[in-house]
C-alpha cells in the first residue's frame, strides 16, 4: 500500500489498519448484499428459507403475494448467493445457502430482531 500523510493528526498509526483493508471491490461485493437485505420482503422471504425449504406458490402464500412478485425477490437472493434452489421435477425448492456469509446474516437478523432461531429445518 501507497504510503501517504494524512491532512489531520490525531497520534494514531493508520498503516496497520490500512495494511489490511480489503480493496474496494471487496467492499463493494458486500454492499450489494446488503442492499438485496435492505427490503424488508427479501429480509422475510431469506429468514424463512433459513428455515425451511420451501416452493415459490408456498412463499407467495406465505408472504400474501404474487408468485411472480416472490419469484422476482427469489431471484435477486439467489444472484447475490444467499440462497439455493433445486428442483424437483416440476417445482424449484428454495432454501439458504449453507455458506458462512448466508449463516452469518441469518444470525444477524435474527440478533438485531431479538428473535430466537427456530430449532426445525428441513
Given at each position: 500500500?501507497?504510503?501517504f500523510t ?14 489490511h483493508m ?23 422471504i431469506f ?76
Open positions: 500500500m501507497e504510503r494524512l491532512p489531520h493528526q490525531h497520534g494514531q498509526s493508520m498503516s496497520q489498519i490500512l495494511a480489503p480493496d474496494t471491490e471487496s467492499f463493494q461485493l458486500t454492499a450489494d448484499i446488503f442492499k438485496q437485505l435492505s427490503d424488508p420482503t427479501r429480509i422475510r429468514w424463512i428459507l433459513c428455515h425451511y425449504e420451501e416452493c415459490v406458490i408456498n412463499i407467495a402464500a406465505i408472504m400474501d403475494m404474487s408468485s411472480p412478485a416472490v419469484a422476482h425477490h427469489l431471484r435477486l437472493l439467489r444472484t447475490s448467493g444467499l440462497i439455493e434452489s433445486r428442483r424437483d421435477g416440476k417445482e424449484t425448492y428454495y432454501r439458504a445457502s449453507t455458506s458462512q456469509k448466508a449463516q452469518t446474516l441469518h444470525h444477524m437478523i435474527e440478533g438485531i430482531m431479538e428473535i430466537s432461531c427456530i430449532p426445525t429445518r428441513i
